[in-house]
């Protein structure tokens, strides 16, 4: 759990850097980093080292269902992780993390919408009325900027559709920590790098800011390590907890994260931006509540 609360955060501050004041603008690749870390950790703990070799269940996956199933949600979980990330070079840290405070409602939203699950009249109150909360923040946000804005909408999109399709074709899959990192990460990185070969690299190349990579060689491996320890804990405490504890702590690890720019990083965040992150943040407990 300390290390979940610890290492997101540290990556979110790391890729910001990248893409702000290293002047690395490639949320694509920066992404992919991350994934590309955890596809060679994960591939040397199952194969090389077996020192969690693959189940019986994860051995048992036939290409066909890897490509109709888990190929889709690779393509979404990649979308979330490069959509989130480019939302930092537009907003402030602490006004992207009270965005995903929103997150619940457009996840409830396409349950609903996709037939796996209706929402109960408090839930639906209570997704309601974080909306509301969200709204408050963003008229609150001292520096908004409605690319960012947009950005982050999609990121939220990308999420809510990754767990849907989750829920409806991977749900009666359970893995391993490091199984699920070497069935996935592959999948996430060729979407990610696939796609920055046509969107990000032909820009990279005309700026010469591939030289970036060379001279700031530590942060990007930081942000590597980072990007593996990060999916590494997001599977074990969602294997040792429950989904609703792993909510949880994510909405206080975000609402720290929020404090720590405000304070550390010196970000502008007003009251009427707290006050609408209040409001998120109250109802998310009451929406968990009547979850249960």
């Known amino acids: 759990v300390a290390l979940y609360m610890v290492v997101g955060p540290a990556l979110i501050l790391v890729n910001k850097q990248l893409m702000t004041s290293y002047g690395f603008p490639y949320p694509m690749l920066i992404s992919g ?5 955890s ?18 269940q994860a051995r048992s996956i ?9 190929v889709v949600v690779g393509a979404a979980f990649a979308a979330s992780l490069c959509f989130g990330n480019a939302g ?36 639906a109150l209570s997704v309601a009325a974080m909306s509301a909360g969200t709204v408050i923040s963003s ?43 070497y069935l996935m ?4 990185a060729a979407w990610m790098w696939g796609l920055a070969l046509f969107l990000e690299v032909p820009k990279l190349r005309a700026s010469g800011d591939f030289a970036k990579i060379t001279e700031n060689g530590d942060v990007f491996l930081i942000a590597a390590l980072l990007g593996f320890a990060v999916n590494v804990a997001s599977f ?25 720019s405000a304070l550390a990083l010196g970000e502008e965040v007003t009251a009427q931006q707290a006050l609408g992150y209040g409001i998120c ?10 979850k249960l």
Request: charged share 15%; with cysteine; glycine share 6%.
């Open 33 to 37: 980093i991350g994934q590309v870390s």
């Open 39 to 56: 596809a060679i950790g994960s591939f040397f703990v199952v194969k090389v080292f077996k020192w969690q070799p693959l189940s019986d």
């Open 62 to 70: 036939s290409w066909d269902f890897y490509r109709k199933n888990m």
């Open 88 to 123: 930092y070079i537009y907003l402030t840290v602490s006004f992207v993390q009270i965005l995903k405070a929103f997150t619940p409602c457009v996840v409830v939203l396409f349950l609903y919408l996709s037939g796996v699950e209706a929402p109960s009249r408090n839930v």
């Open 139 to 181: 008229f609150g946000e001292a520096h908004f900027n409605l690319t960012g804005f947009l950005i982050m909408c999609a990121a939220e999109t990308s999420e809510a559709t990754r767990l849907v399709l989750t829920q409806r074709l991977l749900c009666n899959l359970k893995f391993g920590a490091f199984e699920g990192l």
């Open 185 to 188: 990460a592959p999948i996430c």
């Open 236 to 260: 074990l405490v969602i294997k040792r907890t429950s989904s609703v504890m792993v909510k949880l702590l994510g909405t206080a690890r975000n609402a720290g994260l929020v404090l720590l």
């Open 281 to 290: 943040l109250a109802f998310f407990a009451a929406y968990n509540y009547f």
